[in-house]
């Protein structure tokens, strides 16, 4: 595979303290083990989830609705018209501009995961403007702006808990397995989306096996349609496009520290884009490692986090080139004080050819982002959070007329290595 073995040796450098102080200082071990049967879920689908339950007693009803509505106004200063390459069109606006970020309704069936078999179902939908990237995603002919109207089914999908072999089923569609940050922005640590998930899987239509052998280890095993494809012709008219997704989590005794690696491949098909990059290949797969760890002397008030993805695939004749690329994050959060934090997040992405849309580079290269998010508490449900980034490398940016087509804009139209970026937003659960 074509990673070059100087970046995976600075990636290790910079993962390779998380892993020993967020495994190893958290005494990784299967004593004290806590009653867990109503986590078993993949982890992107658990943050969200505990977070509504929490504020509707969500598993003491029979049916559940429950959501957010997410507002953000962001301001580029980039030069002239500029827009990002590894950002959403509405979060790359020049200057400033007020989106309806989503409004997010979920209807859902709880389980009930005790000693008997258990049925359920889960139904998500969003509206606003970032519905209009993720329902393009895998659509050959992806949208020029964004709507406030669109609509896109993020989940539809049957739930069956077998307690017998201590397995959960799901059936339907459903959110990718694997990768750190989720579609829904309340649940990110930052208000704008991190480079390393322009990478991951968006979403799936298959089944997944969710077995919990462990208190403190969940498997999941999925096969299903290519990352982001609504249907069979979604991506340039092709079919039969299958993927194989896998996922473990282990946790320690005390509850501090994650490690939680996971796997997607596509070895049928051409691999269909998510809600921001195309990558088009015959073959592809995907591979993400996620640790976190708060040390227990700073009583949940300090999480570290990284996140580290590659992935390779063997192009397609007359579209694109053989692809690989690896990135890695770096996430710290602090509460200062209830109900006060702060969020950093750090991040590098290596590519070996041009796979970011609007971007001037025409090869390989390096992309960078540092980010500071504010968050307050206003209430228990509703939350605003205030935001500075800063994303730097060759080709970041490309300016050019509003009149001419993105591919004009790339081709003619001059660029700049880097963009601030200032956000402010304002999310409601219920």
Known sequence: MPFHIEYLKRFFFLVQPCLLLGVFSGNLGFSQIPER????????????????????GAKDKALVLTGYVDATYLYNFGPGTATSAIDFPTDTVPR???????????????LNRGHELEAGFQAGFMLGEDATFYAAA????????????????????????????NMEMWVGKFQSVIG?????????PCITFGIADAFMPQDNTGFLAIFAPDPLCDVGVGLGNSSGESNDLGSFGSGDEVAIFTYLVLRNAKGNARLQPGFYANPWGIHGSNARVALDQNSFYAWNLIGDWSPLLAEDR???????????????????APTSYVTTALYSTWTLMDPVTLTGRAEYVHTSNYV???????????????TMTLAVKITKELVWRGEGRFAWGAGTT?????TE????????APASSSLWTVATELYYRF
């Open 356 to 370: 970011l849309p609007s971007s001037t580079r025409r090869s390989g290269g390096d992309f960078y982002d540092y």
């Open 302 to 320: 300090w999480t570290l986090t990284f996140n580290v993805t590659g992935g390779s695939g063997t192009g397609q004749a007359g579209v694109e």
């Open 405 to 412: 087509t993105s591919l004009q804009q790339d081709l003619y």
């Open 398 to 402: 490309a300016s050019g007329n509003s």
């Open 96 to 110: 400033g501009d007020f989106n309806l970020s989503a409004v997010w309704l979920r209807l859902d069936k709880p």
């Open 180 to 188: 750190y940050e989720t579609i829904w922005r309340p649940d990110n």
């Open 37 to 56: 049967e109503s986590d078993v879920a993949p982890e992107r689908e658990m943050r969200e989830e505990q977070a509504a339950e929490a504020a509707q």
């Open 138 to 165: 895998g659509s050959p002919n992806p949208p020029s702006g964004p709507d406030s109207n669109a609509l896109y089914v993020g989940e539809a999908l049957t739930k069956l808990w077998v307690p017998e072999a």
